[in-house]
């Protein structure tokens, strides 16, 4: 079965300090790619999502994210975090073949100071 | 709106009276999906259904059941609560069948319930 690693479960950082979050799954065949983010007190919202073509997706707010097919990898920056990006990200991996089956990681909670 | 949405949002009980917490969606999605989400341990899937009448276990289905009688309505059933079941719950839901690069597999979420069993 797949899984999802989160390597950080908590980050802390300053305004303006630079911002990424590591994801790795496990799964040697084709997959969607998603980042979710869970502000306080609120349900999942996505990020960005990578399905084909370009490696470097771009979503909401500033969010990049780097899918590296050789390492199974898909990191989540933001070049300049802001106090109001305090929040929990999670990396999710789809996979069709498996009935649209999506698996979370474990959740990374980011806390900025201002 | 395009929505899902959720009853209750929050919900005290016991251990092994009956609840149900309801999950409808207005957008004709066909997937629809229930999470529980844990300290440390991100979301976990429960229970999913690829369309009506069509519902499998996710990775964590044990002590919960589910129905789709309606494409709409995907009802999360707990028929004996226990305290490991204290948790927050999401429901999701979204087109099963690609229609296009793009938005075809990306998950609504509903505004999640959080469960207390004591």
């Known amino acids: 079965a797949q899984s999802v690693s989160q390597h950080n479960h908590h980050v802390i950082l300053s305004e303006a300090a630079s911002l990424e979050l590591g994801c790795n799954y496990s799964?040697?065949?084709?997959?969607?790619l998603f980042w979710y983010v869970q502000y306080p007190g609120q349900h999942l919202q996505l990020l960005l999502k990578?399905?084909?073509?370009?490696?470097l997706v771009k979503g909401i707010k500033g969010f990049e994210a780097e899918f590296i097919k050789s390492k199974f990898s898909f990191n989540l920056r933001k070049p300049s975090v802001q106090w109001s990006d305090t929040a929990e990200y999670f990396c999710?991996?789809?996979?069709?073949?498996?009935?649209?089956?999506?698996?979370f990681g474990g959740g990374t909670r980011v806390l900025v100071k201002p | 709106e395009a929505q899902v949405t959720q009853n209750p949002r929050y919900l005290i009980t016991v251990t092994g009276k009956k609840l149900t917490v309801t999950c409808s969606q207005n957008?004709?999605?066909?997937?629809m999906s229930w999470y529980r989400q844990d300290p440390g341990l991100g979301l976990r899937q429960i229970y999913y259904?690829?369309?009506?009448?069509?519902?499998d276990k996710g990775d964590v289905p044990e002590g919960y059941k589910v129905s789709r009688k309606e494409k709409r309505n995907f009802p999360l059933i707990l028929e004996s609560p226990s305290p490991n079941q204290t948790s927050l719950y999401f429901c999701?839901?979204?087109?099963?069948?690609?229609?296009?690069?793009?938005?075809?597999?990306?998950?609504?979420f509903g505004a999640g319930s959080r469960l207390t069993v004591l």
């Open positions: 990578y399905f084909s073509g370009d490696p």
């Open positions: 957008m004709n999605h066909e997937y």
């Open positions: 259904s690829m369309n009506v009448e069509v519902t």
């Open positions: 799964y040697g065949g084709t997959v969607n």
């Open positions: 999710a991996v789809m996979i069709k073949a498996a009935g649209n089956k999506l698996t």
């Open positions: 999701a839901s979204s087109l099963a069948r690609p229609t296009g690069p793009g938005g075809a597999n990306v998950l609504t």
